[in-house]
């Protein structure tokens, strides 16, 4: 069996192909840290987090890099706003990106790099675009010449003559060509900036991806992905700049998330709908929130509620006290010997179909229907009044597998006793006394990954179990 998935750049399923067998080089837009991420910057998170667990589960050496944008408008008006410099409020929201992906059972990626780490390399390719004559120049700014990229527009697949006629393309003064955009950009008075051949300033948004992934994975890579919106004009322009400067393919497969929609409505800050991960997970078992992701094929929209949630935590539950009672049994189970070739078969072919599910585009929608069809094989196997020691091995087995590729949790968290938690509370009130904030920073995480909220008031540190 081999993996197909869907290139946006070729608008066609294509067999995957790394270009070194057995390795694959991934990149992942990252967040810009500015505030803390909502559902929509979740998604991306959790479903390739979920594609990079499924090249490993196949065998896969997977690099997987995610880069933070650690200084932008974004972030230097939040920062001006807080009346705090920028490097602290990006610190703050990187810190936060981390505690909220990893309760959504999202690990860190191989490499992390920051753009204030990068500004060197920045630096570099922009000079060495401007030596090609691809960039130019103009008043302390630094513009990249769309038009003389002959293949600009094939990731949107929109001509330059359909670019030009598009109402958001600003025409500009500095620039040559209405459709350039901008590499490198003159500092305003007083905001953050580093010396360059043009003067004070910083990167453009679209430069960093491109330099970030030359740096750390070379100059083709095997998968580049992000949510839909970046396809037009981020990732565009990550293709003209890194094809222009390294004269090959950036990227052999793109693949972008589809959006989430809130109770039925795109999600806009127009319309202030945004929903934040972070008040998420106070409200619902960061599981279930990542499990409601999964339950939907990437590539669609999806819609997000509180009843979708309920639906996914309902649905969660199932699994999960299929996993508790096959435990139980095991413990109680012994070898039967021979007549347990069936169930074997049986586990052994929803094993196959759960791998076709995801081979298939990485389908976690029809892989997690597999995983329910295993649930009503593993029921009927526990009314059988004698159970195999082996055959329930086998089902825990299957189930550990699926859970591993979609990053749920098929073993339920043993709820903490209301003791437990004030003893916790205590521990975390001495470190701070003794200004191990570490300490007391991992007290806290840890009582939210298990549902517990605290509240620190003048009167004390109160606490409340989420709904």
């Known amino acids: 069996m081999t993996i197909q998935l869907y290139n ?23 967040p810009t840290v500015y505030n803390y991420i909502h559902i929509g910057n979740a998604r991306p998170a959790v479903v390739f987090d979920m594609v990079r667990r499924y090249l490993e589960y196949r065998g896969y050496d997977v690099t997987y890099v995610s880069n933070f944008t650690d200084v932008d408008d974004k972030i230097i008006k939040a920062a001006n706003e807080l009346d705090e410099d920028v490097m602290t409020v990006a610190e703050r929201y990187i810190a936060a990106y981390y505690n909220d992906t990893e309760a959504l059972g999202v690990r860190k990626a191989d490499l992390h790099p920051r753009v204030t780490e990068s500004m060197d390399d920045i630096i570099t390719f922009i000079t060495r675009l401007i030596d090609k004559g691809y960039a130019y120049e103009s008043s302390g700014d630094v513009y990249f010449r769309t038009r003389k990229f002959d293949t600009y527009g094939q990731l949107s697949q929109q001509s330059l003559d359909d670019l030009q006629a598009g109402a958001r393309i600003q025409v500009e003064e500095k620039k040559e060509d209405p459709l350039d955009f901008v590499l490198w950009k003159t500092a305003k008075e007083g905001e953050i900036a580093w010396s360059s051949p043009w003067g004070e ?52 497969y793109w693949i972008h998330n589809g959006y989430i929609n809130i109770d039925n409505e795109k999600m806009s800050k127009s319309l202030n709908n945004f929903i934040l991960v972070h008040d998420i997970i106070r409200q619902f078992d960061p599981d279930v929130v990542r499990f409601f992701i999964v ?31 096959l435990t139980y049994r095991l413990g109680e189970s012994a070898d039967l010997g021979g007549g347990q070739d069936k ?5 052994r072919k929803e094993g196959e179909r759960f791998i076709a599910s995801m081979d298939d585009d990485f389908n976690s929608a029809n892989a997690v229907a597999v995983m329910f069809d295993l649930v009503r094989q593993a029921n009927i196997y526990l009314t059988e009044k004698h159970t195999s020691k082996e055959v329930l091995e086998a089902f825990l087995k299957q189930f550990d597998d699926m859970a591993f590729v ?16 004030e003893q916790l509370i205590e521990e975390r009130i001495q470190a701070r006394k003794d200004r191990d904030f570490a300490r007391a920073d991992e007290i806290r995480d840890s009582l939210k990954d298990q549902g517990i909220i605290l509240e620190d008031t003048p009167q004390g540190t109160r606490w409340k179990r989420g709904s």
């Open 406 to 421: 979609l990053g749920i949790a098929v073993k339920r968290q043993a709820e903490l006793l209301d003791e437990d938690v």
């Open 201 to 252: 300033g910083r990167p453009g948004w679209h430069i960093e991806c491109s330099a970030m992934v030359k740096k750390h994975l070379g100059d083709t890579i095997d998968i580049h992905a992000g949510g839909q919106d970046l396809s037009f004009p981020h990732h565009e322009n990550e293709i003209a700049q890194s094809e222009a400067l390294n004269e090959q393919r950036m990227a052999n």
């Open 295 to 325: 339950n939907a094929h990437y590539r669609s929209p999806i819609n997000f509620s509180d009843e979708q949630l309920e639906t996914a935590k309902t649905s969660l539950e199932r699994i999960q006290t299929t996993y508790e009672n």
């Open 8 to 30: 946006t750049l070729t608008r066609q399923k294509e067999t995957f192909q790394p270009i070194e067998e057995g390795k694959v080089k991934m990149y992942v837009c990252g």
């Open 343 to 347: 169930w074997f078969a049986l586990i």
